[in-house]
């Protein structure tokens, strides 16, 4: 009897075993491509100047989101709110790169746990070399997230949550020579000062782009010859936008405009266009949900696809400390109107960021012709000395967001609309905030100064070289890339 009941449990046992395997098998795989500092400027989403026919062909066999946004413009904010599905001040994850990380606020936990609980095996890997680990760059502490860096590494059957870090087109910049772009021809956004330099700096970025998208090439190729193109559903992004002057760390739309494809075929409209809002903190518990994991309650992001689809009113952005360059900033956008609120206005646009001069053909540019008196309208703009404590734009009819709205008594009701939800938003977003202690403030300001000067030094120049002295510096390398 009692070995009856024996081997009665022990097949119950395996049927719940095979059942949970099966149901495992069953699972969509999941991965995220996640280009470091992409912006909209793709085929897919309209430039006439960039070849990039593989993320062209991803969004011909998916859905393409036209106006998704990061949550904080540069790397590490943006990316520690994706791996949370939390906005990166309610976790203290804003300053970049701080130096004093902490671990999550009590309860929150990275969304690789959830996946792993639900049997996923999670990766993260570099596109280059998926031996190696993939940038994670996270504002706290933390051990290894993941299980490996390829899922070519996990259980037979295993689904697999999966990131590919792609560092293109993060600066610096490099020339493509089968798909070369004419600095003389290209298109060049009109928010950027015409100049030659930064003509060659444009068009070396987009060269930039088409590496990028042959990485991404590489990775469709892989699935489509292991057998999974079907059951993967690929989630491809930018962390934040273009690593131009006025775009990467600032809240204006070259700094927060990012792509979002979603390619999950037999399951999603081919081809689809998207104008909803979507925020990159949605994306994370958009994740969960394709893999019917159940979404906490304490994430912030939204559900923005499927059957459990939650419309997005407004999208968010954070900017705080950015390397040496300290400021703080929040912005809300409804879909027309953005709003920006400086909470340090007495700081500059231009001020000294150790970063942007070491790698910013345009920021040295700008600073010599305001000095010279040769920086006309609506650049000049930009080198003001102080910013207006609220800035408001009309992103349709301004979408270089030049004219500032917020004095303008047409839209006072729009202004105070959207300074309330912002302030409400942040009254809930941030109750837990701990702001930066000076001393790390000041740690973050000299190993920055450090890293410009042994910089500044490696290319025969001081650091207390003219602007000058940086632009012949430009003249030369650009040249010799085009």
Known sequence: MNIKKTRIMLLVCFLLF???????????????????????????????????PNIDQLAEQGVLYENCYATAPVCSPSR???ITGMYPSAINCLNHRTMDKMPLPEGIKPITEYFKEAGYFCTNG???????????????????????TDWNQRAEGQPF??????????????????????????????????????RADWALYLETVQHCDQRVGHFLTRLENEGLTDNTIIVLFGDNGRPHLRDKQ????????????????????????????????????????????????????????GDNA??????????????????NSRSIMDGRYKLIW???????????????????????????????????????LFMADSKPEIELYDIKMDPMEFENLA????????????????????????????????????????SSAKYYESSMRRRGLGSDSSYEDIIEYWEKKLSEKN
Not at 20 to 40: F, H, M, S, V, Y
Not at 187 to 196: M, N, T
């Open 342 to 380: 400086n909470k340090m206005p007495e700081v500059p646009w231009m001020q000294l960021s150790g970063y942007k001069k070491l790698e910013y053909p345009a920021y040295s540019i700008y600073k010599l012709f305001y000095q010279q008196g040769k920086l006309f309208y609506p650049y000049s």
């Open 80 to 82: 520690s709110s994706l």
């Open 126 to 148: 570099k596109a280059t070399d998926m031996t190696k680990w993939g940038k994670t760059d996270f504002n706290f502490e933390t051990g290894n997230l993941f299980d490996g």
């Open 407 to 446: 004095d303008y008594p047409k839209y006072e009701s729009i202004k105070k609309t959207l300074f309330s939800t912002l302030k409400s938003r942040l009254s809930e977003i941030e109750k837990g905030e701990i702001p930066e202690r000076w001393e790390v403030t000041k740690k973050a300001k000299e």
């Open 18 to 52: 095979f059942s949970t395997l099966l149901q495992a098998q069953e699972r969509p795989n999941i991965l995220w491509i996640n280009c470091d500092d992409l912006g909209i400027e793709l085929g897919c989403y309209g430039n006439k100047d960039v070849k990039t």
């Open 250 to 305: 600032f809240l204006y739309e070259g700094g927060l405009r990012v792509p979002l494809i979603i390619r999950y075929p037999k399951h999603f409209e081919a081809g689809k266009i998207c104008t909803q809002l979507v925020s990159l903190v949605d994306v994370p518990v958009t994740s969960l949900a394709f893999a019917n994991i159940p979404v906490s309650e304490h994430l912030q992001g939204k559900v923005f696809i």
């Open 161 to 198: 949550f999966a990131q590919v870090q792609i560092f293109e087109p993060h600066r610096e910049f490099y020339a493509d020579k089968e798909n070369p772009i004419s600095p003389e021809s290209v298109d060049l956004p009109d928010c950027y000062l015409d100049h030659p330099l930064i």
């Open 310 to 327: 939650e419309k997005r009113e407004y999208v968010l952005g954070f900017r705080q400390r950015m390397g040496d360059a300290v400021d």
